[in-house]
Nanobody, 126 residues
Framework: VQLVESGGGSQQPGGSLRLSCKASGFTADLNGIGWFRRTERKVREGVACISMKDASTYYADFVQDRFTISRDNVENTVYLQMNSLKPEDTAVYYC????????????????????WGQGTQVTVSL
């Protein structure tokens, strides 16, 4: 499975960006797709996750009501709509596909994900 992110860039506080994550290759095993970010402090944290099967979602507390994750199963693409951006949202954002060998997962732990994209930079500043 290959994952390619796009849609990053620079925005002012309060602005919006939409990230895309396109999956290709052996997508039959795709179940959960998550977004993670690595901040300047080098901390990698889970942002949101969506099930490709039933569209159930998980959001980190710090993005509740600001970010929305969605999927397009036909295009094998997952989106992250980011609104009301804050400077602390500045990070490299990665999408990742759940390890198909895991039966249960929370959607928030990096070790649950086996395939990763190359990342896209999001910068929020005046």
């Amino acid at each position: 499975v290959q994952l390619v992110e796009s849609g990053g860039g620079s925005q002012q506080p309060g602005g919006s960006l939409r990230l895309s994550c396109k999956a290709s290759g052996f997508t039959a095993d795709l179940n959960g797709i998550g977004w993670f970010r690595r901040t300047e402090r080098k901390v990698r944290e889970g942002v949101a996750c969506i099930s490709m099967k039933d569209a159930s979602t998980y959001y980190a507390d710090f993005v509740q009501d600001r970010f929305t994750i969605s999927r397009d199963n036909v295009e094998n693409t997952v989106y992250l709509q980011m609104n009301s951006l804050k400077p602390e949202d500045t990070a490299v954002y990665y999408c990742a596909a759940k390890d198909p060998n895991l039966e249960h997962y929370s959607g928030r732990a990096p070790y649950e994900f086996a395939y990763w994209g190359q990342g896209t930079q999001v910068t929020v500043s005046l």
